[in-house]
């Protein structure tokens, strides 16, 4: 994660960072999804994370700020949870963790404590206005929750704490959930900011996505408007921070932004530049971005850094990360069949 920070700094971007850390690891024998425990690794985790967040801590002329990352819900254990809210709030960083975006972590949860995941984290004091919960689908009322796990008002438990949801389309796509839907979250007070989650990390890609889904998702034309979408990816988030100087162009804020061109012939005529972005454009798209002032993209060539071998770098380290599965797969299966071709390959 120095490096992370090191890398950011050379590009000159902004970021909030931290390293992750959990009490349990998810496996398989091929008998189903299980999970090892080893708190102390995850306490160790959490005790590198509270360090680097005293250490980097708006460094980088106050590019880099930190937060608490504590991995998905089911790979924590009360104490590490705990641990975290109390390190977060004395250090006045903000905190993620991923939850309510599976069935098999219901499950898990419901066994451990006999609550469903929001009601869990609120009994514990892990929700406020700092917390931000990554995907929060598997709620009652979602047409995929089965009723067996009971029913409540989840939603209220956000919007009474501040908490903020975390909508990542790209891979709420890939793995056929959504949550449901963008609108009611907002309308029962859920503050709902867009992510990304996943390769890409395309935002302009996201809010697409975001847009037909919950049009899909509730039959509505009118629903998951470009303004929402817009706001939910530049100004809830950097209220969310607590931020007032990002996510808008107003005196006293910080010089961020972006300069998109709507001329590519895949374009084509556009009226609403809003609606057109989400609708029509990509993050391939952008062709300027500054950062506090400085430009980091020029004509969608990084300006800041070496990028000649980004590629080749990329394809190498991705390369070695398929292999590893090989090695730990409990049948040590070859990554042509971990990870097989749409069509044979010749």
């Not at 939910?232 to 006293?252: F, K, Q, S, V, Y």
Request: charged share 20%; glycine share 8%; hydrophobic share 40%.
């Amino acid at each position: 994660m120095a490096q992370m920070a090191r890398a950011v700094e050379e590009l000159g971007l902004r970021a909030y960072l931290g390293p992750s850390y959990r009490t349990h690891v998810p496996y398989t024998d091929g008998t189903g999804p299980l999970l090892h425990e080893d708190e102390a690794k995850g306490l160790d985790g959490l005790e590198q994370a509270i360090a680097f967040c005293r250490d980097y801590e708006n460094t980088a002329d106050g590019l880099i700020r930190t937060a608490l990352l504590p991995a998905r819900i089911e790979t924590q254990t009360e104490q590490t949870l705990k641990l975290t809210r109390q390190a977060a709030d004395e250090l006045g960083v903000p905190v993620r963790l991923h939850a309510a975006q599976g069935l098999f972590e219901v499950q898990i949860i419901m066994e451990r404590t006999g609550m469903r995941l929001l009601p869990y984290l609120d009994s514990l004091g892990f929700l406020n206005e700092r917390t931000f919960i990554p995907h929060a689908w598997t709620v009652p009322g979602n047409r995929h929750m089965p009723e067996e796990f009971g029913q409540g008002d989840d939603l209220a438990l956000l919007a009474t704490s501040g908490a903020s949801v975390i909508f990542c389309p790209i891979p709420a796509a890939h793995y056929s959930v959504c949550l449901e839907d963008f609108d009611s979250y907002r309308e029962q007070g859920v503050r709902v900011v867009l992510g990304t989650d996943s390769a890409p990390p395309n935002m302009i890609r996201a809010m697409d996505l975001a847009m037909g889904m919950t049009k899909a998702h509730t039959g509505s034309m009118t629903s998951a408007q470009g303004r929402d979408l817009f706001r939910a990816a530049t100004l809830e988030p950097a209220n969310a921070l607590g931020r007032e100087d990002l996510g808008r162009l107003a005196p006293g804020a910080q010089a961020d932004y972006f300069v998109l061109d709507l001329n590519g012939t895949h374009i084509g005529p556009h009226a609403d530049p809003i609606r057109t972005l989400i609708m029509n454009c990509d993050g391939r798209d952008i062709t300027h971005v500054v950062v506090a002032g400085r430009t980091i993209v020029s004509d969608k060539q990084i300006v800041t850094v070496d990028t000649s071998d980004y590629q080749r770098r990329a394809q190498d380290f991705l390369d070695k990360y398929m292999a590893a599965f090989s090695v730990s797969d409990y049948k040590h299966r070859p990554t042509t069949e971990l990870f097989p071709a749409s069509f044979p390959v010749r």
